[in-house]
């Protein structure tokens, strides 16, 4: 089993920044793939950004291209979302995800909230 735990979420204004983290424990794997997502009520989960375990591959949604940056340390066992610019519509919960095996995510945190005020 793996245990993810996010943090670093709260209430910021619009423009700010904020850092979650989300840090893993417990079962570990060759090669893996960590994702952040969001979700608002009423709507589903929505991928926001990925990093493969050796950090040299990111994907971004369109939404936080240039905004967001995904970034992870091995020794700590931790992936970081770093959110500058942030925009009311970025307001969620935010979830890390394991996909350990390429073929889906199935480990997850319990979510930390982001909320941005304008």
């Known amino acids: 089993q793996v245990q993810l735990v996010e943090s670093g979420g709260g209430l910021v204004q619009a423009g700010g920044s904020l850092r979650l983290s989300c840090a893993a424990s417990?079962?570990?794997?060759?090669?893996?793939?960590m994702g952040w997502f969001r979700q608002i009520p009423g709507k589903e989960r929505d991928l926001v950004a990925t990093i493969r375990w050796n950090g040299g591959n990111t994907y971004y949604v369109d939404s936080v291209k240039g905004r967001f940056t995904i970034s992870r340390d091995n020794a700590k066992n931790t992936v970081y979302l770093q959110m500058n610019s942030l925009k009311p519509e970025d307001t969620a919960v935010y979830y890390c995800a394991v996909d350990p095996y390429g073929n889906g995510y199935r480990y997850w945190g319990q979510g930390t909230q982001v909320t941005v005020s304008s």
């Open positions: 417990g079962r570990t794997f060759s090669s893996y793939t």
